[in-house]
């Protein structure tokens, strides 16, 4: 990987400038050599870019723009039938293409969301005028036209229209910009269930891409979940009916006097909900009826609903192993898009740096020159100057890397004088040693008891005293310690470094902040107080099972988040509707037609002397603004006892009510065997994955090595020097003066980052993937002669085969 | 695979006999040469063998018979340091290795179990005196021990106490034996946890051998599941700590009042029991409580019980495979054990058929001459007369086959006169055309909704009828015909050789006595009537996915039994635990003092002047006998208001008794995970086997074509003849004459067997398999030469070496 070429040749002048001009130039001068449509373009950046035409330097900044703009696309699992296609398309490509625009898009989309808490069924303390809400809702919806203009200016209008997506946003803001009109000139609100289509606004933002790629995965598992389901309620009716026939004769069953009965109670009998009180009238009469009832469970519970598991599960495999195959196939054809556009006539084997160097001030304009030149190291693994496609296509796992020169130090004490370097030594030895790190360990255990018994002496009532107890402070004490410990004997970047050691380090803050808030008697954080246990969890490192676990669970938490919010959003739609349908039908001693009443029930009367409340509290679990309804949704979603919120609501309302809530256990349903099927996946890949790669236990990401010598960063200078880049040459200046100072000629840097999923998939798919993309480049070998004639008529819709049409003409 | 040697061949006799001698002699032979030692065996066996010793006929016999054992333990995957030793373990080993024998074990393991039924807290019906009970008891235990000597004779005493299972079951016979004589002597009942322990019986026994394997397979995946549990535990104490500090100033909370409290609570709240309730009194006072509990159950039930399951289903994947793995080993080496006592010094290269034939009327007696040639011609892959070790490892994939002559005719029809066979053959078309089947469909989907419609018009009373309804009689007549039909198209062979045919054909059947129950006006009988809605069913057949998922649960139906019954295993455990402390214990209006007395309520009150009875039911979930607790396990596995059931029972005993239902609960948690793991596994698996064989997906088992001349049916006669077989004689010469009658100069012949997991498994891991093979042999030879001076020390622990030994030596 290391090698020592004289490396000036890097920092030649590619010579003959605008050996490919960019695809603006590109694409008029297939109409015809006239660069009108340019000059049309009213944005500056078009106009700018058609001033300078003529000059080279202009052509490859294009070029650069372009293949940034290719690899993004390939990141971001873009297809490339949106790529931007003329000037006036790149400039409103760029104008919503950077977080500014993104997080316009994610704001609104959440005020339009938030509106619901505001508006008619609102939560009290946040109620608001119509004309506000209203007003506010239509500006919200105005600054999505304006999104949405962005994009149709971008996109053109054919393939927006083409775009079902968008489609659907347009439709769904038609629909509540005129309802909003309405709702403003009429002064009152009507049942807007649509309300419930927000969602849409905030599922199409940039930032919630995850959301999209959940909510795709979920329906392409539907039709074998569906299928499933199917037969799930095949065996549901086939045994209302058996039911019906066998215990209606009983007239103290109520659970199956009528068809529909038995139905709905089976129904909930499948979520167990009902479980025991649905059979014990019949076996109150028939002990052997409680046959019907097992063979039941047995069938539909334990076997279809597993099965159910397993389908969605071996459905969810097989996605995730295509969506891989597809996203990376996608990445390496975005890079082929981008090396086309990066070499030379002179040289078509390869990119020199300046054109990398080029392309990496458009993809990621943070880099410094120095991350720059090390990415393209990284990437160069001939002996040539220049990056070969094969090279070329590992663009995505380098590019990621963080650099930093290796230190000849290894500790951050290593400079001090003599005596602070051997005490500072000595704690480092101590702190690395495991007598330390298991004393610590039974510290914390002992604390773990410790709690646990002052918790079981207490009993209830005085446990928030003024005097602090002296345990807390000598526990906290010693943890301080070993804080102060860690953090002089590590260094505080190292110790911070390490994820188990930021947990340590906030919980005992949040211990502190605690003692801090008992002796200041501050009531309202005492919470922290309680949040002292927490410090037990550092005794699960003890175990390497555990220490799986739980980094799996951190690597998990992004993915699961944006399963989390994608449940959310269902929550939403719910929600909105159940406010519209149910809002306020339900109170205390609301539902006494039904056989739960008890549950609603609210009496205060007065036993002998005393005032005895007898609640059922049930009627809390209602629809009366989106708060309380994300609630009850959470205990429909946990399922026990929902049947209780389901009769009260019914019975004061039409029997057709159970549709809704039987809808919202199936959608559920559905997103919690994708949860789980994800859950199982992600945890038995990561184990097969753990299980294939023994050695590889203890790594913490993707480490590479790379040597840059003094000769090199001279070399680099030069070239920014002649493009007047100021920042970036005193930068590297730093670089020279520091080897230098340690009379170095050559520095050895570190590429680190932390591993994804991607690069697991990559390992254990190893054998597969050249198979892939053998196929794939067969594939697209025998598309392109096919696809070379019909590229010049459907030009606009293509410009992936325009372009490798111009690539074949040179 | 077909060739045409001159078969005469295969039928020489092997020349010199006694090439090496049963290793009853040979064991002693190493003795010394004596055989004093097998004249002292007391079987009649071993006294004949001994009497024929010098005869070459009959050491072949006692080879034929070891190498048979070999294999049969191979087949039951019987580790071989059981192998009998001597003859007298020869003699007991037979002894206890038949049907009659096994018959004996199960029905002795069954009555012990059953007597439950019987004693003390018994079944009101089946209570017998104490007398009675301890007597049958006794007796049973006496076959128990009289089995466990014959075990201890086979296996010899060394290996008997070392065998962990054997032993636990002497002890356990032991304990209940003393206690069975001293119920006896006292004429009382006293408290006997210990009839917990009859399951041992049970699992011992040779038919519940899958038993065993899914409670090894528990056990092998106890560790990662405890582990997790802990994790589990551990955040439930956190949060029962979090939650006494949090809600216990609520004085109207009485889930937190204390930290005991706390604790129970939130582990119920794992199994969702009380959900909405255990919130709602801290939800009344302040909305935000419900963070905690949302926390609480997004940490504890979403994620760590799905990872429970994911580690467990980790973990089942891998023993499933590493079993798999061995079994097939085992076989593997059992084969070999056999191969080695069969071949001859004059031939080392091969079986000749005569001693093929010789093993298998030890191996399967019931098996023709004719299949037994058949299967020495699957078997034989090369142009040899012998069969070759590497063709002998095919030995338990072609034994299971069964053969059928190939029919020239197709169909059964063929020979009737023209006029017949023209009707025939046109109903057999009809039968298979499309247009039938989808006339069928349509009619079960218009049978299905009839009843449907029919049903919900009855909306209780009068349904049983006296008059038969139309309907019933219209579509039973169109169900008979078109059983007539494809009875008559098809031939009944075919028919019924078809799963859904036979499901079709008992459905009809059902529904026909049920016509007859109620022209006739049998009541008891009218339940028949209900299981119309099955006919349903048969529309599943019309989707791929159905078609698959159902047959994978034909296929998985074995297992899943097993896994039943071990569940039931546990049941019984519990149950009889149960009975002995909680009898009685919860009556009706018992639990007055417990917060769920209301479900224990039985009020007869007068309101108005209607009586009306308010039933809390719950007192019949009791443990008052054996049948009643394993209705009240059955809803503990249900999970769902277990906690009322818990509740009462400790209301009426001490707080002692949540452990024993926690403690139901988790094991039932493990049970049910492996369940599901099971199906999730086996699904999973099946899913990938037909992605990965998209061809072979209609086929319905494994086929094998043999042909066979006349020559070699004839050449067997003569084989035969020598020996004096008359049966096998009478049936080839059969064959010769069916030959001769369609004068034909050879029949082919078809094996065909069903598909087993195995058959799956080894296309599914083909490759890794020749890897296993070749780690195997190369272990095996680095083994021998070790293992060779120690052979002749540890001779009576170690056959196998022995065995090889005098291999080597020969």
């Known amino acids: ?90 400039a409103a490509y760029l104008f919503a293409h950077n977080h500014l625009f993104y997080l316009m898009e994610l704001s609104t989309a959440l005020l339009l969301l938030l509106l619901s808490l505001c508006e008619a069924p609102a939560v009290p303390m946040l109620r608001l005028g119509i004309f506000v809400h209203a007003t506010l809702e239509l500006f919200a919806l105005i600054v999505v036209v304006f999104e949405l203009s962005m994009k149709m200016r971008w996109l053109g209008f054919q393939t927006f229209i083409r775009h079902k997506r968008t489609m659907v946003k347009t439709c769904v803001l038609f629909v509540q910009f005129i309802e909003a009109i309405v709702v403003l000139v009429r002064q009152t609100s009507h049942v807007r269930i649509t ?132 996203l990376l196939l996608h990445k390496r054809t975005a890079i082929q898009h981008a090396y086309r556009l990066l070499v030379t006539k002179q040289r078509p084997s390869g990119i020199s740096f300046k054109h990398f160097e080029g392309l990496l001030r458009f993809y990621k304009p943070r880099m410094c020159a120095r991350e720059r030149y090390l990415t393209f190291k990284a990437l160069n693994q001939s002996n040539t100057p220049l990056v070969s496609l094969k ?31 051997l005490i500072f030594k000595g704690i480092n030895i101590l702190v690395k040693s495991r007598v330390f790190q298991y004393t610590m360990y039974t510290v914390v255990a002992v604390n773990g008891i410790w709690i646990l018994v002052e918790t079981f002496m207490l009993q209830g009532g005085n446990f928030f005293s003024r005097n602090v107890p002296w345990s807390y402070i000598v526990f906290l004490t010693i943890y301080g310690v070993e804080l102060l410990l860690k953090t002089t004997g590590l260094g505080p970047v190292e110790y911070l470094s390490s994820g188990w050691n930021l947990f340590d380090f906030s919980v005992t803050l949040f211990a502190f902040l605690g003692l801090m808030a008992l002796a200041f008697n501050m009531e309202p954080f005492y919470f922290i107080v309680v949040l002292r246990p927490l410090q037990l969890l550092r005794l699960f490192k003890l175990k ?44 205390p001693n609301c539902c006494n037609t039904s056989t739960v009443a008890d549950s609603y029930r609210w009496v205060n009367h007065t036993v002998g002397n005393k005032t005895v409340v007898e609640e059922g509290y049930y009627y809390l679990n209602n629809f ?55 859950i199982l996946d992600a945890f038995v890949f990561r184990m097969n994955y753990t299980r294939k790669n023994q050695d590889s236990e203890e790594d913490n990401g993707i480490v590479l090595e790379k040597e840059i010598s003094k000769e090199e960063v001279i070399g680099i200078i030069e070239l920014y020097k002649r ?45 597969e993937i050249q198979e892939w993309y053998e196929e794939h480049s067969r594939k697209e070998e025998s598309q392109t002669p096919l696809q070379e004639p019909a590229s010049a008529s459907s030009s606009s819709l293509k410009p992936l085969s325009l372009r490798q049409r111009s690539q074949t003409v040179i």
């Open 1 to 90: 990987m290391q090698w020592r070429e004289p490396p000036a040749i890097y920092f030649q002048d590619p010579g003959s400038p605008a050996e490919r001009s960019s695809y603006l130039v590109e694409l008029h001068a297939d109409d015809g050599g006239s660069y009108d449509v340019v000059n049309d373009a009213s944005s500056p950046a078009a106009r700018e870019c058609c001033a300078q035409q003529s000059s080279a330097r202009h052509n490859w900044e294009m070029n650069y723009q372009e293949a940034a703009i290719y690899l993004q696309e390939g990141e971001n699992n873009d297809k490339f039938f949106t790529h931007p296609k003329n000037a006036k398309a790149l």
């Open 195 to 326: 309300r419930a289509l927000r969602c849409i606004f905030l599922v199409d933002c940039r930032y919630c891409g995850a959301v999209r790629r959940n909510l795709r995965q979920i329906f392409q598992s539907l039709p074998p979940f569906i299928d499933i389901l199917l037969l799930l309620l095949f065996f549901m009716v086939i045994f209302a009916i058996l039911g019906f026939y066998l215990f209606s004769p009983n007239h103290s069953d109520p659970y199956f006097n009528t068809l529909e009965n038995s139905l709905v109670n089976l129904f909930v009998l499948l979520t167990t909900s009902n479980f025991p009180d649905v059979m014990m009238p019949s076996y109150a009469r028939n002990p052997w009826s409680c046959v019907f009832f097992i063979v039941y469970l047995s069938i539909e519970l334990y076997f279809i609903m597993n099965l159910l598991l397993a389908v969605v599960f071996d459905t969810f495999n097989d996605i995730e192993k295509r969506k891989f195959k597809s």
């Open 391 to 421: 090279d070329f296509y590992n663009f995505y796992e380098v590019v990621g890397l963080k650099w930093k020169a290796k230190r000849n130090r290894e500790h951050w004490f290593d400079d001090l004088p003599r005596t602070a370097f």
């Open 544 to 587: 390497k099972r555990y220490r799986n676990v739980l980094d799996t669970m951190f690597e998990l938490f992004p993915r699961m988040a944006s399963l989390g919010l994608t449940l959310l959003i269902f929550y939403y739609c719910f929600a909105i509707v159940g406010m519209e349908f149910f809002a306020g039908v339900v109170y």
């Open 624 to 678: 009366d603004n989106i708060l309380n309804s994300f609630v009850t949704l959470f205990e429909l979603t946990v399922v026990n006892d929902w049947y209780i919120i389901m009769e009260g609501v019914t019975s004061q309302t039409t029997h057709w009510s159970r549709l809704y809530f039987m809808t919202f256990y199936i959608v559920t349903m559905v997103v919690m065997t994708i949860i789980v099927a994800f």
């Open 723 to 767: 493009t007047s880049a100021a920042t970036e040459t005193a930068q590297l200046q730093k670089i020279v003066l520091q080897m230098d100072k340690y009379g170095q000629m050559s520095t050895v840097f570190l590429g680190r980052r932390s591993r994804t999923k991607s690069d697991l998939s990559m390992k254990m798919y190893e054998e």
